[in-house]
């Protein structure tokens, strides 16, 4: 596939990394041109750094590799208000949450997907990869087994179709919770893992085994 990458940070490199491994095409497209060009070189071939607006033109998928506070401003540089996501399916893995607790830090009622979609009109959002560290997802999977489960939000069939494709490439196994309706309960599944992380709690005790 021909993926674009809006960020340079360690889950762009992460999942940059392993899609390349698995043959795609990626375009990277950051604030900064210099970093950008510095991730696509560690990359390696198949890997390009390109300014925003080029990084989303004629791909099969974006990733939004960004703080959820930067959102906007990468967005704006990507050109997503005059529709140059129209039609792409948009990887939203953003964590609007308070460091260290967990709390939401959208109003109540609203996700982070939804708004997205709101500043990307026409984008197909898919919100995934928002629950482990870029580090779960480097370096070659091993032993056939998936390294977790990414469970995903979206709207369009097609789209999480693709995601769960790109999913696959980098050793998860796509899980489909619901349309981005359900997509508040699962960022908030974030906060309580993080939340319950920080103060020093595994969360998976806290989480029932069902047979």
């Not at 900064?32 to 004629?58: F, Q």
């Not at 979609?117 to 898919?126: S, T």
Request: glycine share 16%.
């Amino acid at each position: 596939m021909r993926i674009g990458i809006l960020g340079t940070g360690t889950l762009a490199a992460a999942l940059g990394e392993g899609w390349i491994r698995a043959g795609h095409e990626v375009r990277i497209g950051g604030r900064s041109r210099d970093r950008a060009a510095k991730l696509a070189e560690r990359l390696g071939r198949g890997a390009y750094a390109v300014p925003p607006r080029e990084a989303v033109a004629g791909r099969d998928a974006v990733l939004l590799a960004v703080s959820w506070d930067g959102v906007g401003e990468m967005l704006g540089l990507a050109g997503a208000a005059d529709g140059a996501l129209a039609g792409t399916p948009l990887i939203d893995p953003t964590n609007a949450v308070a460091h260290g607790v967990g709390d939401l830090l959208t109003e109540r009622g609203e996700s982070m997907a939804l708004r997205i979609a709101g500043l990307a009109p026409g984008a197909h959002v898919v919100k995934a990869f928002h629950l482990f560290p870029a580090g779960l997802w480097t370096g070659p999977a091993d032993d056939g087994r998936p390294r977790a489960t990414v469970v995903m939000c979206g709207d369009d069939p097609a789209a999480l179709r693709i995601v769960g494709e790109l999913v696959r490439d980098v050793g998860g196994a796509p899980a489909t919770l619901g349309s981005l309706d359900r997509v508040r309960q699962l960022e908030e599944i974030a906060g309580f893992v993080i939340g319950l992380a920080f103060a020093g709690v595994d969360p998976n005790s806290a989480i029932p085994r069902v047979s």
